[in-house]
């Protein structure tokens, strides 16, 4: 599509000097839909889920897609009809998944503060499996499947104390975070779980971290949670299923993590020498389907040339675009045309890319050299995982519509918030 390769090419790309997604030209969908705007390339999501597909081909594996990367209806509809099962962490998810049409079968339900009333709501629909993180939790759960005549099916996710070598605020696997069942009191869990009545144990689960570049970290994890499951079963209680997370990273600027189907190849080489090829293998990919297949269109407000700093003020904030304030991350900005700046204007400088938000950390790229003009429009990249599925209302911003882009055609998945609906709620 393009002499310059972009995070998420070939899906994204410039062709005649126009930033295209599939068949379309960004600045038309601007112009049409207004901004800020999120666009979503289907392809994309869809080639990001055979990497996972290809490598599972003729293996007893189950994808469930973690939702919280981005939970809007239109996106969870294109993986609930693509056979995903769903990673879910809340009550609010539940129902998303079952409007998108997912089903409630493939659905693992993840997270340290799960309440009664959405275990029951769980129950009753009927999901794969709990993924417990602790004791209390446990008989929580056996708790409430027994007051509802059911038994819970359930996994305990198990923090296997390895580094995922990524940012702080993203990593879990490392035994001070509050996710998970420490490695060393796993065993004596699966035990006290095995005598609860309102409890089925099926499986295993574990999740290291997010934005993973490296198999190592895989490696680690795999073979400390098949230590685990030798001495369970060495203990007579069956494992079904083993779950071994999300967290494959993405390209945010220049990032080369391993593609899903090398990352799994390489692990499978290790699963099937401890001999467990056979059992059902669960992942939990979130970032990895759909972070490079979502763009944020934004307009440029203001230039605000100054002595020491030169700020690019446009129509996108941290409450569209959190990842920036959040975790200091890199999201690539480029301009929706190469060639269209303002005839005006036509000089390049270095800019930090900001939103209206009052609040210095509202910044969405630093030290950007950019030549455009205002009114042009940028893109900022690799936002289709934690962007919308993040963001917040905050300075009474209502939040950006979203569509989604099939070869040549445009579809409006999420309509632009009001500020009738911003105060619906307010009595
Ligand atoms: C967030 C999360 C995932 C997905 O992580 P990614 O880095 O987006 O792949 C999977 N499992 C659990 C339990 C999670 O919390």
């Given amino acids: 599509m393009s002499d310059l390769k972009l995070p998420g090419a070939p899906y994204i790309g410039y ?106 709501e769980a129950l009753e629909a009927g999901i794969c499996c709990f993924n417990v993180e602790s004791e209390p939790e446990l008989d929580v759960i056996n708790e409430v499947a027994l007051s509802a005549g059911k038994v819970a099916p359930i996994s305990l996710r198990v923090n296997p104390n390895v580094d995922a070598k990524t940012h702080p605020y993203i990593s879990t696997g490392l035994k001070d975070n509050k996710f998970g069942i420490a490695h060393d009191h796993a065993l004596e869990t699966y035990k006290r779980a095995s005598t609860l009545k309102g409890l089925k144990i099926k499986g295993i689960d574990c999740h290291i971290g997010s934005q993973i570049t490296e198999i190592s970290p895989y490696e680690d994890a795999v073979s400390r949670v098949l230590d685990l499951v030798d001495s369970i079963e060495a203990n007579g209680i069956h494992i079904d299923h083993l779950d071994f997370g999300g967290g494959l990273g993405i390209d945010y600027e220049g990032e080369t993590p391993p593609k899903a189907h090398a990352l799994w190849t390489q692990l499978f080489k290790l699963i099937d020498q401890r001999g467990y090829g056979e059992r059902f293998i669960f992942v939990e990919p979130g970032r990895s389907l759909v972070g490079n297949a979502g763009v944020c269109l934004t307009r440029i407000e203001f230039l605000k040339t100054g002595e020491h700093k030169n700020f690019c003020i446009v129509d996108a904030a941290m409450n569209d675009v959190p990842r920036p304030a959040m975790y200091e991350a890199f999201h690539a900005i480029v301009p929706l045309t190469q060639e269209g700046r303002s005839k005006d204007t036509n000089t390049t400088l270095t800019y930090d890319i900001v939103g209206p938000v009052c609040e210095s950390g509202d910044w969405l790229g630093r030290d950007r050299t950019l030549s455009v003009g205002v009114g042009d429009a940028l893109a900022i990249l690799s936002a289709g995982a934690y962007c919308m599925s993040m963001s917040s209302n905050y300075n009474s911003r209502g939040r950006a519509a979203e569509v989604l882009i099939d070869a040549e055609h445009v579809q409006l998945i999420r309509r632009r918030e009001t500020n009738e609906d911003l105060m619906r709620q307010e009595v």
């Avoid at 207004?34 to 990001?48: C, D, E, Q, V």
């Avoid at 889920?49 to 290809?54: I, S």
Wanted: aromatic share 8%; glycine share 10%.
């Fill in 15 to 120: 062709q005649n000097q126009t930033l295209m997604m599939e068949n379309v030209a960004l600045c038309d969908v601007a112009t049409e839909f207004g901004t800020p705007l999120f666009a979503y390339s289907k392809a994309a999501m869809l080639s990001a889920l055979e990497e996972y597909k290809l490598a599972f081909a003729g293996r007893k594996a189950r994808i469930h897609y973690a939702m919280k990367a981005n939970s809007s209806l239109g996106v969870l509809r294109v993986f609930a009809q693509s056979g995903c099962g769903f990673d879910i962490v809340s009550g609010g998810e539940l129902a998303r998944v079952l409007a998108a049409g997912g089903k409630a079968e493939h659905i693992i339900f993840s997270g340290v503060g799960k309440t009664r009333s959405e275990i029951r």
